[in-house]
């Protein structure tokens, strides 16, 4: 039997206030992904104004749960951003207001994909939440400072539109999809050299990819790290200069972006005889795994963005 595709819009989320948390209950259906309509109303000081796809996706934190404890989302939108430009291979749509002394719109239009996009059949990684008790998305909201360069105040009207991108009568099979996971983790630099930082394995940890950041001054910069790794003991899944990496992100996807390195633990080349993730880091039967960075500068953030998929319920 095919499955039944289609999307219906869910109760906007009104995100009109700084510093604050926003909840809203989504339906327990089969996931594909959310489509996210994020729109913030803003008013400008004067001078010159700054917002892009950095600082409005830092003012939004998300989080998806599951019965309150099972948490497979928490990104920001900024990770997500770069995360639909690597995977999807495409700049998002975005609108940013930027006229002085004056009240506008902002807007970032965004897919959280639950799916499996890259080398593999996408369906492995849909979302069924039809046997949980609540399925809930929180947003989180910062400052208005963090919202732009000499925005003044986030005002009202501010709202986020979710769209379901899902499937319909899908039978109910027991561990059937994988769980995308995607969790960060931020590390501070303090001094140059090789560093190494521990990666999750073990238990059901499977890796689709790696979405790498690194900062300087609060700002995403190509100056940080002259080589990145993924190793466990003696072997070496990553072992690259971090420009042959962006190239390689330009060849395959034709993003390139400042600071951020999208570690691909797929081919891409999606052979149809694949019935399962058969392509990814599995980390289930390690005893350890690192991300191990040259660092070239002695003050400094490096970002993880994980991607996984978690098979088993």
């Not at 999807?88 to 239009?109: D, E, V, W």
């Not at 939440?129 to 360069?149: D, E, I, N, Q």
């Amino acid at each position: 039997m095919p499955k039944i595709f289609r999307s219906l819009e869910v109760q906007s989320l009104n995100i009109s206030n700084t510093d604050s948390v926003l909840t809203q209950e989504i339906p327990k259906t089969v996931y594909w992904g959310l489509l996210l309509d994020l729109n913030v109303t803003h008013s400008n000081g004067s001078g010159t104004i700054t917002v892009d796809a950095d600082s409005f996706g830092k003012y939004l934190d998300l989080q998806l749960s599951i019965d309150g404890d099972l948490i497979p989302v928490r990104i920001n939108v900024r990770d997500l951003y770069y995360i639909n430009k690597y995977l999807f291979k495409q700049t998002p749509t975005t609108s940013f207001f930027t006229t002085a002394s004056s009240s506008g719109t902002s807007y970032m239009r965004l897919i959280l994909p639950f799916a499996i996009l890259g080398g593999e059949v996408f369906e492995d990684g849909l979302l069924d939440t039809r046997g949980a008790g609540s399925v809930s998305l929180m947003m989180t909201t910062k400052s208005a400072s963090t919202f732009g360069s000499g925005v003044n105040s986030i005002d009202s009207g501010s709202v986020a539109y979710v769209q379901t991108l899902e499937y319909a009568n899908v039978p109910v099979l027991t561990n059937q999809f994988a769980r995308t996971e995607y969790a960060f983790v931020e590390h501070a630099l303090t001094a140059t050299g090789v560093v190494r930082y521990s990666l999750p394995y073990g238990g059901d940890q499977q890796y689709r990819g790696l979405l790498v950041q690194t900062e300087t001054s609060s700002a995403l910069s190509n100056s940080v790290l002259n080589t990145m790794r993924v190793t466990s003991r003696s072997f070496d899944y990553l072992n690259s200069r971090v420009d042959f990496i962006q190239q390689k992100n330009a060849l395959e996807t034709g993003q390139s972006d400042t600071g951020n390195y999208w570690i691909d633990f797929t081919s891409g080349s999606g052979h149809l005889e694949r019935q399962k993730m058969t392509e990814r880091l599995d980390a289930r039967a390690l005893t350890e795994l690192f991300l191990e960075v040259d660092s070239a500068v002695s003050s400094g953030t490096v970002r993880v963005i994980t991607v996984k998929e978690l098979y088993g319920g």
